[in-house]
C-alpha cells in the first residue's frame, strides 16, 4: 500500500479521493443545513397555526373551565397555561415569533416576550448530518411568551423545540457510507488510472529509448495533448536515429578510408633501412589503427542496430573467460547467476572483453565473480594492480581520459575501453560502478537486470 501512494497513480488516487470525499461531505452538510433551516421555518409556521387556534379556543372556553381545557388541548411543542396572572417578568423586546403571533391575533390580545426560557431550551437536540457522522443542534423558536386575552386573563405560551432523535428511531448510515466510499473509491480509482497511463506510456517508451533507439514509435491515441506529446516524442526518436546514423556513418567512411593509406606506409616502413626507426614508426602506425578502431567501436557502442534475444549470462561470461584465458590472460572464474538476460550477444561480449582487458592491462590479473542480487546480476571484475585514486574514479569514464600519462599504448591505451563498456551496460537498463577493494586492486562492479517475460 506504502509503494501504491508513494506512485504517481496511487499520489492522483489519494488526491482525487480525499478531493471527492471532501467536496461530497461539504454538499451534504450544506444541503442538511438548507434542510433544517427549511424544517425549522415550517415548523414555526404550524407552531404560529397552531398557537393561534389555541388561544383563540381558550377565549372562548368559561374562565373556569380553561385549566380543564389546556390539559386536554395541549400537544408536545406548545404549552399553554393559566398561571393566574404570574406569568413572568417582560423581555426588552418582542420576539420575531411573538410579534408573527400578535399580528395575526390583532390588537385586542396583548403579547410579551418574556425573560424567562423553557427549560427543554437548555437542553441541546441534536440533529444528524453528514449521513450520521456529525450533529447540529437545533435552532429553532423555543421561548416563553406572555397572552393577554381580550377579558383580561393572562396566560403564558411556551414554544418547546422538537423531541430528540434518539435510539432506535435514528437512521443507520453504516450501509449508505460504505457504497458511498466505495463508488467514490472506484471512481477516484478510474479517474487516477485514465490521467496516469499516458505518463506511464512516456515514461517506458523513454526508458525502451535508452535501451534500443530503434524501438518501435508511439501510437498516437488519448487525447489531443497525449498525441501532440506522442508526436514530439517520436520525431525526437527519429532525430536522435538520424543523428546516430549519421555519425556512425561518417566514423565508418573515415575509418575506411584511413585504412587505405595506413596499409600504405606500413608497407613502405617495411622499406625502412635502420631496424630502431622502423620498430618506432610502425608502433605509432599501430597505435594510430587501434585508435580508429576503438573509436569506431565507440561510436557503435551508442547505436543499438543489433537484435535483442535471449541469452544465458554464465554460458556468456564461461565463454569469455575461457577466451581470455586462452590469449594467456590471468582470469579466472567464480559463482553462478542462474539467470536470462534480454540483450545483445555481441555488445555484451565487448562490454565483458573491455572490463577484463582493462583489469589484466593495468592490474595484470582478473578474479571474475558472479552472483544474483535484488532480481539482478552482479559481475565482480577484481584486478591486482594498485588501484585508482577516490578522485579519478568517476573521470576514467570520460572518452580518451586515463589515469596514466604516459602515451604509451603498453601503458595507457586509448581511453575508450571503459566508456564503451559504461554505454552497453546503460543500454541493457544495467550499470557500472569501480571501488578501490580494501584489500587491495580494484573492483569494477556491473550490473544487468534480470528478464521477466510480459513485464
Not at 196 to 205: F, G, M, S, Y
Not at 393 to 419: I, K, M, N, Q, W
Amino acid at each position: 500500500m506504502r509503494a501504491f501512494l508513494g506512485s504517481m497513480t496511487g499520489r492522483v488516487f489519494a488526491t482525487l479521493l480525499l478531493g471527492i470525499l471532501l467536496t461530497a461531505a461539504l454538499t451534504q452538510l450544506l444541503a442538511d443545513a438548507e434542510r433544517q433551516r427549511v424544517i425549522e421555518t415550517y415548523r414555526d409556521q404550524h407552531l404560529l397555526d397552531r398557537a393561534e387556534q389555541l388561544i383563540m379556543a381558550t377565549e372562548i372556553v368559561p374562565e373556569s373551565a380553561r385549566p380543564s381545557y389546556l390539559d386536554i388541548a395541549n400537544r408536545p411543542g406548545l404549552l399553554l397555561k393559566d398561571l393566574g396572572g404570574a406569568a413572568g417578568t417582560p423581555a426588552p423586546a418582542q420576539s420575531a415569533f411573538a410579534r408573527s403571533l400578535a399580528s395575526r391575533l390583532g390588537p385586542r390580545y396583548e403579547l410579551r416576550s418574556l425573560v424567562e426560557r423553557p427549560q427543554q431550551c437548555g437542553i441541546g437536540y441534536e440533529q444528524p448530518v453528514v449521513f450520521g457522522l456529525l450533529s447540529m443542534t437545533w435552532r429553532g423558536t423555543c421561548e416563553n411568551i406572555s397572552v393577554r386575552l381580550r377579558d383580561g386573563d393572562e396566560l403564558r405560551l411556551s414554544v418547546l423545540p422538537p423531541r430528540s432523535v434518539t435510539g432506535p428511531e435514528r437512521t443507520d448510515y453504516t450501509t449508505a457510507i460504505a457504497l458511498l466510499l466505495l463508488s467514490v473509491a472506484f471512481l477516484a480509482y478510474l479517474v487516477a488510472r485514465m490521467t496516469t497511463r499516458p505518463l506511464k506510456q512516456l515514461a517506458q517508451a523513454a526508458k525502451n529509448l535508452g535501451n534500443d533507439i530503434n524501438h518501435p514509435p508511439l501510437d498516437l491515441t488519448g487525447a489531443d495533448e497525449i498525441r501532440q506529446a506522442s508526436a514530439a516524442f517520436n520525431a525526437m526518436q527519429a532525430r536522435i536515429r538520424q543523428y546516430i546514423f549519421q555519425r556512425t556513418q561518417m566514423l565508418a567512411a573515415i575509418t575506411h578510408d584511413l585504412q587505405t593509406p595506413l596499409t600504405r606506409l606500413r608497407l613502405r616502413l617495411e622499406k625502412v633501412d635502420e631496424p630502431e626507426l622502423q620498430e618506432r614508426l610502425i608502433g605509432d602506425l599501430s597505435a594510430m589503427q587501434q585508435m580508429v578502431r576503438e573509436g569506431l567501436d565507440l561510436a557503435r557502442s551508442m547505436d543499438t542496430t543489433e537484435t535483442m534475444q535471449m541469452l544465458d549470462l554464465d554460458s556468456l561470461l564461461d565463454s569469455v573467460c575461457a577466451d581470455a584465458a586462452d590469449a594467456q590472460q590471468r582470469v579466472s572464474l567464480s559463482g553462478h547467476a542462474g539467470m536470462a538476460l534480454l540483450g545483445r550477444p555481441l555488445d555484451l561480449r565487448r562490454c565483458l572483453v573491455n572490463l577484463i582487458d582493462n583489469a589484466v592491462k593495468y592490474g595484470h590479473a582478473a578474479k571474475v565473480t558472479v552472483d544474483r542480487i535484488n532480481g539482478a546480476a552482479r559481475i565482480r571484475i577484481r584486478d591486482a594492480g594498485p588501484g585508482i585514486p577516490e578522485s579519478e574514479l568517476a573521470r576514467v569514464f570520460d572518452p580518451f581520459y586515463r589515469v596514466e600519462t604516459s602515451r604509451s599504448r603498453e601503458s595507457g591505451g586509448t581511453g575508450l575501453g571503459l566508456t564503451i563498456a559504461r554505454n552497453i551496460a546503460e543500454q541493457h537498463g544495467g550499470s557500472i560502478a569501480l571501488a578501490n577493494h580494501p584489500e587491495g586492486g580494484l573492483e569494477v562492479t556491473l550490473m544487468l537486470p534480470e528478464y521477466y517475460p510480459g513485464k
